[in-house]
């Protein structure tokens, strides 16, 4: 079994950053990718930041690039997302997801995360 349990997130004005945290309960041998989603009220879940295991490959949303950067520390079985330059249309509930099978923006990953609100007021 897989648990992934997401932290940092809060209530930022635009402009500000927030550093996300996931760390991986579990089973961790072979898997392929984590990644970062979002899901705002009223939308669906949209992929965010992607980092394969192995650390060669990351992916980001156009949306985010240049703001957001995904990195892991596979010693803690943690992954982070740094956020900087804050918009409000960047206020979501952020989940981390792990696959085994895949490595990109899709929402094809096994397990999920809870989900840590982020709320960027303007």
């Known amino acids: 079994q897989v648990q992934l349990v997401e932290s940092g997130g809060g209530s930022v004005q635009a402009g500000g950053s927030l550093r996300l945290s996931c760390t991986t309960f579990?089973?961790?041998?072979?898997?392929?990718?984590m990644g970062w989603f979002r899901q705002a009220p009223g939308k669906e879940r949209e992929g965010v930041a992607a980092?394969?295991?192995?650390?060669?490959?990351?992916y980001y949303a156009d949306s985010v690039k240049g703001r957001f950067t995904i990195s892991q520390d596979n010693a803690k079985n943690t992954l982070y997302l740094q956020m900087n330059s804050l918009k409000p249309e960047d206020t979501a509930m952020y989940y981390c997801?792990?696959?085994?099978?895949?490595?990109?923006?899709?929402?094809?990953?096994?397990?999920w995360g809870q989900g840590t609100q982020v709320t960027v007021s303007s």
């Open positions: 997801a792990a696959s085994y099978l895949y490595c990109g923006l899709d929402r094809r990953y096994n397990y």
């Open positions: 579990g089973y961790t041998w072979r898997r392929l990718c």
């Open positions: 980092i394969a295991s192995s650390g060669d490959s990351t």
